[in-house]
């Protein structure tokens, strides 16, 4: 189980980190707070996540005509190398 914690730790690593901040009575206070990358990249896959399971087969069903793009591998590679 051991090995299963530290890379499971390591992992998390990539995505959090703590942040020691002084509260106002002097005692130190570690918070874990999200990286910027890893903000982005949920409001990214968020909307990749609507897109997919609400807008875009509603959209294709009403507007049949305007034929909307559907998510492939183009769109999610282009967007990811927007990181």
């Given amino acids: 189980m051991g090995i299963l914690k530290t890379i499971g730790g390591a992992l998390a690593g990539i995505f959090v ?12 206070v570690t918070k874990t707070q999200a990286r910027e990358g890893t903000k982005g990249l949920g409001w990214i896959v968020g909307f990749l996540v609507v897109w997919h399971f609400l807008a875009y087969p509603i959209l294709s069903y009403h507007f049949p005509h305007y034929q909307f793009p559907s998510l492939d591998g183009g769109w999610l590679s282009g967007i990811f190398l927007g990181l």
């Fill in 17 to 28: 980190k703590k942040v020691t901040t002084v509260a106002p009575d002097g005692e130190e």
